[in-house]
């Protein structure tokens, strides 16, 4: 009975699990109030995460750095934590090109958890050591773990794990640091305490845009410094649907002079491998060409092509 006493009275101490007076009244409310009364809480997410910028940057480098020696990063969690790493994970190769065993999610109960929820298999340390361990994750791997209340089990038993194996540890929470108790300190820990939710332990509201911000940062900074990008322009997509296919030709199109026919011809020649074809139709190489070119720096369109512009 101590145990369940000391759990309850921690859970109940918890920022995620307070009421919000903000919201007090927010039963009565007409639609307009209620609308109102969320987007203003929810203006509150940008500036509690803006006073993580420092750890999320240091997150952006060292994944960046696990990247560059063949890592894979991988978020663990569960519920809407769960999904909002899945999501970001599956949105990496159509965006950046990447291999999808690149970025992964871990979800607490499988991919049955991500269409319907789950909720008691996140009770489960076991199950989140588990997904470590199948996934084999090692010394250049990125064990991302998000729990909006900071006390998962699943994402608590997925980040000792990792770091038993010597994989870098990031840990997303929404309670402040001093509410912690985690087993393990993981290397880098972003905590965002975005306060009380309009209703109360609704997570998927601020605490889960908050997770959703530090998770974009993470991924899109470091595929921009594996120059995924160019300029502010994403030039390694996958051409995967039709909107993706114009908009490579309107890349192409923007950074040169062809025209939307040429811009075609260079995608098909180039295999669709946007930045080749962008350079080609910048300089005027050939494929292999430009293939060789992007290698010597590193896949990095813009000093590729500053090496094309001071050769003429």
């Given at each position: 009975m101590a145990d369940s006493n000391d759990e309850f009275n921690y859970l109940s101490s918890l920022d995620t699990e307070q009421r919000n007076p903000e919201s007090l009244h927010i039963d009565l409310a007409r639609p307009l109030e209620i609308v109102?009364?969320?987007?203003?809480?929810d203006k509150l997410v940008a500036d509690a995460v803006a006073k993580k910028l420092p750890e999320i940057a240091l997150a952006v480098e060292k994944t960046t750095e696990c990247f560059k020696k063949g890592g894979r990063l991988f978020y663990a969690g569960s519920g809407t934590s769960g999904r909002i790493g899945i999501v970001d994970a599956a949105e990496c190769p159509p965006t950046f090109g990447t291999d999808p065993e690149m970025v992964q999610g871990l979800i607490a109960g499988g991919p049955d958890a991500v269409f319907r929820a789950q909720e008691k298999v996140e009770d489960s340390p076991e199950e989140g050591k588990k997904a470590v361990q199948i996934n084999n994750l090692g010394e250049h791997d990125v064990l991302c773990g998000l729990a909006a209340s900071g006390r998962t089990p699943y994402v608590k038993g997925a980040l000792e794990?990792?770091?038993s194996r010597e994989s870098l540890t990031i840990f997303i929470c929404c309670v402040s640091a001093k509410q912690l108790r985690l087993n393990t300190n993981p290397d880098i820990l972003i905590d965002v305490p975005v306060g009380p939710e309009v209703i109360m332990g609704s997570t998927r509201m601020k605490s889960a845009t908050a997770q959703k911000m530090v998770c974009n940062m993470i991924t899109t900074g470091s595929m921009i410094r594996l120059g995924k990008i160019y300029e502010n322009v994403m030039v390694d997509l996958q051409?995967?649907?039709?909107?993706?296919?114009?908009?490579a030709r309107r890349i192409l199109m923007l950074f040169s002079d062809v025209d939307y026919?040429?811009?075609g011809k260079l995608l098909e020649k180039s295999g669709n491998h946007v930045k080749s074809a962008l350079l080609m139709a910048v300089s005027g190489l050939g494929f292999d060409q430009a293939t060789e070119l992007l290698g010597r720096h590193n896949g990095f369109v813009r000093s590729a092509l500053q090496e094309v512009h001071e050769s003429k």
């Open positions: 109102t009364c969320i987007n203003n809480q794990e990792a770091a051409l995967t649907n039709r909107k993706l296919e114009e908009r026919i040429t811009a």
